[in-house]
Nanobody, 117 residues
Framework: QVQLVESGGGWVQAGGSLTLSCAAS????????IDWYRQAPGKQREWVGN?????????VYTNSVRGRFTIARDNAKNMAYLQMNSLKTEDTAVYYC?????????WGQGTQVTVSS
């Protein structure tokens, strides 16, 4: 059974930091590209960034978070992370991780991040 479980969301003041975690099971994690998405109230789901596979995986970010967010992975723990710094109120959203595998793409249930001014 494939499971992706996000955690680490919460409430933070603007300018603060949060680190989200994505725990994966039931997949070949090291062979999976991990994406992070977010969905703000009343808006479509937005791609945040991803981390690729390999011994030195490269990361790609959407413009609005580049330089503030960092995606990392720990294949030994089947974990991915989204470190978010200099948070803005517009970063408020439910954040999701997804894993793209040879069997398809799987999603977590999301974790809420609320940034207050």
């Amino acid at each position: 059974q494939v499971q992706l479980v996000e955690s680490g969301g919460g409430w933070v003041q603007a300018g603060g930091s949060l680190t989200l975690s994505c725990a994966a099971s039931g997949i070949s994690f090291s062979l999976s590209v991990i994406d992070w998405y977010r969905q703000a109230p009343g808006k479509q789901r937005e791609w945040v960034g991803n981390i690729n596979i390999g011994s030195n995986p490269y990361t790609v970010y959407t413009n609005s978070v580049r330089g503030r967010f960092t995606i990392a992975r720990d294949n030994a723990k089947n974990m991915a992370y989204l470190q978010m710094n200099s948070l803005k109120t517009e970063d408020t959203a439910v954040y999701y991780c997804s894993a793209s595998t040879s069997r398809g793409t799987f999603w977590g249930q999301g974790t809420q991040v609320t940034v207050s001014s």
